[in-house]
């Protein structure tokens, strides 16, 4: 712990030069945010949406069932998409796709409003209409994104799944979320070579009892196995007449399955409450109608959805998608991105600024990023130093700007991290550019944003501060789950829910993340639930029983170890993972025992974790893998 708090904590405060009169004292913070927790808040940002009919009641029931804006009605493909028609917004870019092939298609609003337009009749005429759930397995092509519009037009919720899964993890989801449609591409380029996503696709639905239908989307044009009466390609569907549809306030928007210690839990968000509190954020982090915005969190993750799909498009930004990842074609292929298309305001993850940090400084020094006026950071607590680097190295530029020195690196404008969960539905923290924004403190998600009851608490639920405690939201929230697992209303003690996260509260509010508190892994800013690695590993022949627990990472800030009872080679324990969970889960290191314990695996998870640290006094079988670990390691 304490070597987690040397390199995530920080007591110097910033105000970036391009900031210098737009920053405000905490004293004045801390007036604007006493007066945001009063229930009349979120009504007011609610009103900005439109509503079809007002609610009744601004929040009734008690944690964890909980809704808001009670009795209201709205369509939100209006409040996303159509609210713009008839604006100067509707004839200027919308988005801006480039594949990692080279290949670059642009979309206005109005053409994206065709676009959901036509695809809305497309899943119309495949049987999906209001209430039924549609689940994508596919990357953010324009297409996906228009048909994920669709969806929202003709009132049916969806789950989008990170392509990075495996097909055990997907069926997961199929057989758990039971969804009418499955969306997926034929395949998509990943470093040159074809990410075969039907393939995945099939050997999913050879695990599931729940088949639903299958509409694959042509990226490659390649030749794909279609079953009759199950799966459609989506040029050959004809549309039929789909109308925009009006819903209930709670009626599920999308949803996601999350990791918790034992397992995927669905967690699905409610139209009014989610949009309200998506447009008032998105605004609040400083994006405005004139802005060129590149978000590198794909859809198939809360900050995806919420900063790519939703909120930019409410505001009326312009939205860049990049196809690939940091490192191809080049290494400097998200500087170009930048520069290509003059974006101003770039939103990525601290593990992606590991990453960056690592590169030839020259690949930076080639591209001119004075456009940029904000740099928005999240997924994972983030070092100190990445911190540092990504304000002096990306934020300065080469154009002085008030107090900014170019050639000794001052740095110029904003680097904001800030704080999300799936079940919290949007940022809930940070240093805000388009409201309250405060001196930065290098590593912290900032303080609560405003209408979030925020604090840091001891094991008795007391307020604590300069130290270690568990980070909690003290009152609803207008994105509350209106569906939601077991796991989740566990969470919830007393009225207060536990976020799950360890952090550390300044005295001015600034929080610093520490991770997880559970069992749950943080692998660069995924949760990963140890209990479906487990799963994998004991589908493995030989294989007794397993345990997996998160490893402190310098790049990914954890990975999974694994320790397995039985008879097993390392690199099949290895393959098992990556192919069944997903690559993102492969473990860094595999330990065969003889012996695990007959225990609850929370229970054997939590001593190993706490020995891996070093502490003391502790499970002897988790000493002693501890020790093994150490000695091979």
């Known amino acids: 712990m304490e070597t987690l708090l040397k390199e995530f904590i920080s007591e110097e405060r910033v105000i970036p030069p391009l900031f210098k009169y737009k920053t405000i004292p905490f004293e004045q913070y801390k007036k604007i945010y006493k007066e945001s927790l009063k229930p009349e808040f979120w009504a007011r940002e609610a009103s900005y949406l439109i509503w079809e009919r007002p609610w009744t009641k601004l929040v009734e029931g008690d944690p964890p069932a909980v809704r808001w804006f009670v009795g209201g009605e709205l369509s939100p493909y209006k409040n996303i998409v159509g609210k713009h028609a008839g604006t100067w917004i509707w004839d200027k870019v919308a988005l801006i796709w480039r594949g990692e092939d080279g290949l670059i298609k642009t979309f206005t609003y109005s053409d994206l409003d065709q676009l959901a337009a036509r695809y809305s009749g497309a899943l119309r005429a495949l049987g999906v209409g209001k209430g039924d759930w549609v689940m994508f397995y596919a990357p953010p092509t324009p297409e996906v994104i228009a048909l994920m519009l669709a969806a929202v037009r003709i009132g049916a919720p969806f789950e989008p799944v990170f392509t990075g899964f495996g097909h055990g993890d997907l069926a997961m989801r199929i057989e758990d979320r039971r969804p009418e449609l499955l969306v997926a591409v034929d395949a998509f380029p990943r470093k040159g070579k074809a990410i075969k996503v039907k393939e995945t696709v099939e050997k999913a639905l050879k695990l599931t009892k729940h088949v639903p239908k299958v509409l694959v989307v042509q990226r490659m044009g390649i030749d794909v196995e279609l079953i009759g009466g199950r799966d459609f390609v989506l040029d050959d569907v004809s549309p039929v007449e789909a109308e925009e549809v009006v819903v209930e306030s709670s009626h599920p928007l999308f949803g996601l399955h999350v990791g918790y210690d034992d397992g995927l839990g669905f967690v699905a968000h409610g139209a009014g409450g989610y949009l309200a509190q998506t447009y008032a954020t998105t605004r609040w982090i400083g994006l405005r109608p004139r802005d060129t915005y590149f978000c590198t969190v794909l859809p198939g993750w809360i900050t995806g959805i919420t900063y790519v799909l939703f909120g930019p498009f409410m505001v009326g930004s312009a939205v860049v998608i990049y196809e690939g990842g940091p490192d191809y074609p080049s290494w400097d292929v998200w500087w170009s991105v930048l520069e290509d298309y003059a974006v101003n305001v770039f939103l990525t993850t601290a593990g992606a600024l590991r990453l960056l940090s690592r590169q030839d400084p020259k690949l930076l020094e080639s591209h001119n990023l004075d456009m940029l006026k904000l740099i928005l950071t999240t997924a994972e607590p983030m070092e100190v130093k990445y911190w540092k680097w990504a304000y002096h190295y990306v934020g300065t530029g080469t154009t002085p700007s008030i107090d900014s020195l170019p050639e000794k690196l001052s740095g ?185 314990p007959q225990e609850p695996k929370r229970q054997l998870r939590l001593a190993l974790k706490l020995a891996l640290r070093g502490a003391d006094g502790l499970h002897p079988w988790a000493k002693e893998i501890a020790s093994k670990f150490r000695s091979n390691i």
């Open 412 to 596: 110029r404008i904003p680097v904001i991290h800030m704080f999300i969960q799936t079940e919290l539905g949007t940022f809930v923290t940070g240093s805000l550019p388009n409201y309250a924004f405060v001196p930065v403190a290098p590593g912290s998600v900032g303080p609560p944003m405003p209408g979030f009851d925020i604090d840091v608490v001891d094991d008795s639920g007391n307020p604590v501060r300069g130290r270690p405690g568990q980070l909690v939201v003290k009152r609803p929230w207008p994105a509350m789950p209106v569906e939601y697992s077991a796991w989740y209303a566990e969470k919830w003690r007393g009225g207060v829910y536990y976020v799950g996260d360890m952090a550390v509260m300044a005295d001015d509010m600034n929080i610093f993340p520490l991770g997880r508190s559970d069992t749950v892994m943080k692998i660069n800013g995924y949760r990963i639930s140890p209990a479906i690695i487990e799963k994998a590993v004991a589908s493995l022949p030989g294989v007794e029983d397993a345990v997996a627990v998160g490893l402190r990472d310098p790049q990914k800030f954890e990975s999974p170890l694994v320790v397995v009872k039985g008879k097993a080679n390392p690199e099949d324990v290895r393959h098992k993972v990556r192919e069944y969970v997903g690559p993102i889960a492969e473990p860094s290191a595999v330990v065969v025992m003889d012996h695990i």
